[in-house]
């Protein structure tokens, strides 16, 4: 079965850093992009970054409210994707999800998340 | 970034009844690029259609999707219990994908 898990979230202060981990099982994590969408309480939904595979080059791109703050890494030997969140803001309290990304055209352009995990929620209070 | 409106924000209905959820796209959505997303407390958000009216693996055909290449209608066409959630559209043609604001589907 294809699965998503996310781990890391918890309390932390302003202008602290987090990371947040998200565990693949069930497909070969290297073949696909992986995203981080976020979800504010009481809000809709905020795709936050992603990450290629690296078929694709592994690079990654950012929303304007996080980038140069937040980091989108892999370790494919692991089977895990990163969200490394530094100079944290009271506005990035979220629950985060991470996604499977796919582009069946395979023009590294359309990607829509086809799985989903649980998420994990972050806070950021004094 | 491309504004994606969804109306109404909330719809009341009861099981056995048709939804009719709406997306409007402040310009053109390139290449079909739409997807519906269906979230539920607690639980993993789950893909309904892609490609704007491509079922997900598994998602039953009363959910359809049609429109474009700004206006998008996802329809539920009898709604069952378990049908009662939040649901998001989202563009994926331009960069960065943008989500709408949701409608959330409640048990009138």
């Known amino acids: 079965e294809v699965q998503l898990g996310e781990s890391g979230g918890g309390l932390v202060q302003p202008g602290r850093s987090l990371r947040l981990s998200c565990t693949a099982s069930?497909?070969?994590?290297?073949?696909?992009?992986m995203s981080w969408v976020r979800q504010a309480p009481g809000k809709g939904l905020e795709w936050v970054g992603f990450?290629?595979?690296?078929?694709?080059?592994?690079?990654?791109e950012y929303a304007a409210s996080v980038k140069g703050r937040f980091t989108i890494s892999r370790d494919d030997s692991k089977n895990i994707a990163y969200l490394q969140m530094n100079s944290l803001k009271t506005e990035d309290t979220a629950v985060y999800y991470c996604?499977?990304?796919?582009?069946?055209?395979?023009?590294?352009?359309?990607?829509?998340?086809?799985?989903w995990g649980k998420g994990t929620t972050v806070t950021v209070s004094s | 970034e491309i504004v994606l409106t969804q109306s109404p924000d909330t719809l009341s209905l009861s099981p056995g009844e048709r939804a009719t959820l709406s997306c409007r796209a402040s310009q053109s959505v390139s290449s079909s690029s739409l997807a519906w997303y269906q979230l539920k407390p607690g639980q993993a958000p789950r893909l309904l259609i892609y490609g704007v009216s491509t079922r997900a693996t598994g998602i039953p055909d009363r959910f359809s999707g049609s429109g474009s290449p700004t206006d998008f209608t996802l329809t539920i066409s009898r709604l069952e219990p378990e049908d009662f959630a939040v649901y998001y559209c989202q563009q994926y043609g331009s960069s960065p994908r943008t989500f709408g604001q949701g409608t959330k589907v409640e048990i009138k």
């Open positions: 996604t499977r990304d796919i582009d069946p055209r395979g023009f590294d352009i359309y990607y829509y998340m086809d799985v």
């Open positions: 069930g497909f070969t994590f290297g073949d696909y992009a």
């Open positions: 990450i290629r595979s690296k078929g694709y080059g592994g690079t990654t």
